[in-house]
C-alpha cells in the first residue's frame, strides 16, 4: 500500500493563479482532511470529507475549494493564489471521523507551497 | 490564543540525556495524541491517550494525561539522536494541534 500520496512535492505560483493540490490514499478511508502548517501555528484544518459526496469546511476554508467523486481522492483547489497561502499542506485520511474516535490519521508527506 | 500550548518550544540536548516536553490547555479533553514529524515529512502518531491519569510507554518514550484530562507530558528517556523531531500534540476531538515541541538530539 502506498498509504496517503500528495502532488506536487514543491509549487511555487504568482499571486492571482490558480492550482489544484492532489490527495489520494490506497486504504479505503472514508474520512479525509486538509490541513496547513505554518512556523508557530501548527495544524490547521482547511476542509474535511466523512465520505464520497460529503465535504465540510474546518478552521480556514477562505480561498480554498474541495470536492469528493471518489473515496481515493480529495483535491484541494486554490481559486486565486495569495502570498498568505505560502504554507506546507498536508492530506491525511482515516478509517473513521477524526473527532469521535480515536482511529490513527494517516499523513501524506505534504506540498510546500509558495506564492510570490 | 491557541486550544493547546506546547513547551518549550524547542530544545536541544546531548544523546542520552533525558526530555520532557507539555502539552497544556484550559478545556477538557476525551483524549489526546502525540505525534512526530521529521523534515520534509508528514506527522506520524506516536499514541493517542484517553483516560485521565493514564501513562503508555514506548520503548524510552512515556506519555501521560493529566487527571483532568486537560494536559499531558511527553518524557523520552536517555534520548538518542533518532529521537529528532517536531513533536506534537492534538486533540481531534476539537479538531485542533499544538505549535509542537523541536527536539534536537546532538550526537
Known amino acids: 500500500n502506498a498509504g496517503v500520496t500528495q502532488t506536487p512535492k514543491f509549487q511555487v505560483l504568482k499571486t492571482g493563479q490558480s492550482m489544484t493540490l492532489q490527495c489520494a490514499q490506497d486504504?479505503?478511508?472514508?474520512?479525509m482532511s486538509w490541513y496547513r502548517q505554518d512556523p508557530g501555528m501548527g495544524l490547521r484544518l482547511i476542509h474535511y470529507s466523512v465520505g464520497a459526496g460529503i465535504t465540510d469546511q474546518g478552521e480556514v476554508p477562505n480561498g480554498y475549494n474541495v470536492s469528493r467523486s471518489t473515496t481515493e481522492d480529495f483535491p484541494l483547489r486554490l481559486l486565486s493564489a495569495a502570498p498568505s497561502q505560502t504554507s506546507v499542506y498536508f492530506c491525511?485520511?482515516?478509517?473513521?471521523?477524526?473527532?469521535?474516535?480515536?482511529?490513527?490519521?494517516?499523513f501524506g508527506p505534504g506540498t510546500r507551497l509558495t506564492v510570490l | 490564543t491557541q486550544l493547546l500550548e506546547q513547551s518549550p518550544q524547542f530544545l536541544s540536548i546531548q544523546e542520552g540525556e533525558n526530555l520532557t516536553v507539555y502539552c497544556n490547555s484550559s478545556s477538557v479533553f476525551s483524549s489526546l495524541q502525540w505525534y512526530r514529524q521529521e523534515p520534509g515529512e508528514g506527522p506520524v502518531l506516536l499514541v493517542t491517550?484517553?483516560?485521565?491519569?493514564e501513562v503508555k510507554k514506548l520503548k524510552r518514550l512515556t506519555f501521560q494525561f493529566g487527571d483532568a484530562r486537560k494536559d499531558s507530558s511527553l518524557h523520552i528517556t536517555a534520548a538518542q539522536p533518532g529521537d529528532t523531531g517536531l513533536y506534537l500534540c492534538?486533540?481531534?476531538?476539537?479538531?485542533?494541534f499544538g505549535a509542537g515541541t523541536t527536539v534536537t538530539v546532538r550526537a
Open positions: 492534538a486533540a481531534l476531538s476539537k479538531l485542533s
Open positions: 486504504m479505503n478511508h472514508e474520512y
Open positions: 491525511a485520511s482515516s478509517t473513521r471521523e477524526v473527532t469521535t474516535s480515536t482511529d490513527t490519521q494517516y
Open positions: 491517550v484517553v483516560t485521565g491519569g
